[in-house]
């Protein structure tokens, strides 16, 4: 399963607080895998212009379903507006009934743990 490479859209700095967060989930069928990177698409190019938006990485597995999107920004309300704005909220809509399951978990992680690990990820989702 292809991990998408840490994306960095904003200058990081190793001593301060950020915001990340995780969906953790699987689709109910691999045939939606290729919608989702369509918008997925869209959504990359909605970050590159967010305020506030530090970096991203994922990864989405054809075969197993499986979908981990890891993202950080500046602080959560720049995540709340980039999330219920523009290509995201439209994508999202739309998703919602292509998954089986999704899980969001958010934490603080310093700018010298930058990038997050989609397994630190993975396991703080099936912690919660």
Known sequence: M???KWTT???ISPDREYF???????????WSYFSLLMGAQKVA???EKTKGAIGITG?????????V??????????LNE????????????????KLKVMKCVKWNILGSNLPPTIED????????
């Open 2 to 4: 292809p991990n998408v």
């Open 9 to 11: 859209f904003s200058e």
């Open 20 to 30: 990340a967060f995780a969906n953790v989930g699987e689709l109910k069928s691999s």
């Open 45 to 47: 190019k909605q970050l």
């Open 59 to 67: 990864r989405l597995g054809f075969l197993n379903k499986k979908l």
């Open 69 to 78: 999107v890891v993202g950080v920004f500046e602080n959560e309300d720049a």
């Open 82 to 97: 980039f999330a219920h704005s523009g290509q995201h909220a439209n994508c999202m809509e739309k998703t919602k009934s």
């Open 121 to 128: 990820a993975i396991s703080r989702a099936n912690t919660t």
